[in-house]
């Protein structure tokens, strides 16, 4: 779940909010990983 709305998160900060870009930094690289894996998955559902 959380990996869900950090997904939604980086999708905001593709635009490139700095202050979420540098959250997201901070972010444990597993879950940011994770986080990428889900959004590449809702991306490429119908």
Known sequence: RGAFLTAHL??????????LRQELSEL???VRLKAEEVLRRVESSP
């Open 10 to 19: 980086l999708a905001a900060v593709e635009g490139g909010h700095p202050a």
């Open 28 to 30: 444990p690289e597993e």
